[in-house]
């Protein structure tokens, strides 16, 4: 067997996809332990130690080395399926690193070659993380505004003094639009 091929169980194999190893730091450990549920779901794993035995074979080990360090002297296998997702959310839970999602969101700018809908899309992936409750929308709208490259189009949307996300979102692209032309022409 090749480094980068895992092995499959049954109920793997019977499924649509496998569920990859946690790669702490690129993934979202909340969207994991989701993901995890929906294949215990899909492969019908209703047992709590079946589900413990499947969770920690596939979470990878580099975390399985990480839990037994978190949990010594007691043994991995002596807990329940709880009582390690609680243990490793405290870890690598996103709710741990909101510095760091805002941090992201908001040092976030348009690259040369993205378009505004990319940009505006990424944005919003951003700051679904960001736990900004009531002041989501506004938060979106101030960093896209903010984040933009052609300074034109940033003025314009500070000027027309746009009330939402939406409205600079549909400015701004047809500002870029107009843009394209007026440099084809």
Known sequence: MRNNE??????????????????????????Y???????FDL??????????????????KDVYRELKALVS????HDLTLAEVKKILCEKYSSKNTLIKKRYDFYSRCQTLEESVAAFSA????LAQYCA?????????????????????????????NMKTFEEAVQKARDLEIVERIARQS
């Open 122 to 125: 990424d944005l919003r992936v």
């Open 73 to 76: 002297p007691r043994n991995v």
């Open 43 to 60: 492969t019908h794993i209703t047992d709590d130690r079946r589900k413990l035995a499947t969770f920690v074979t596939l979470v990878g």
């Open 33 to 39: 332990l989701e993901r995890m549920e929906f294949f």
């Open 6 to 31: 895992t092995t499959q169980t049954p109920e793997m194999m019977t499924t649509f996809g496998v569920i990859e190893n946690y790669k702490p730091g690129i993934m979202d450990f909340d969207e």
């Open 132 to 160: 900004f409750g009531d002041h989501h929308k506004d938060a979106l709208r101030d960093r896209f505004i903010c984040g933009l490259r052609n300074s034109l189009i940033k003025t314009q949307l500070i000027e027309d």
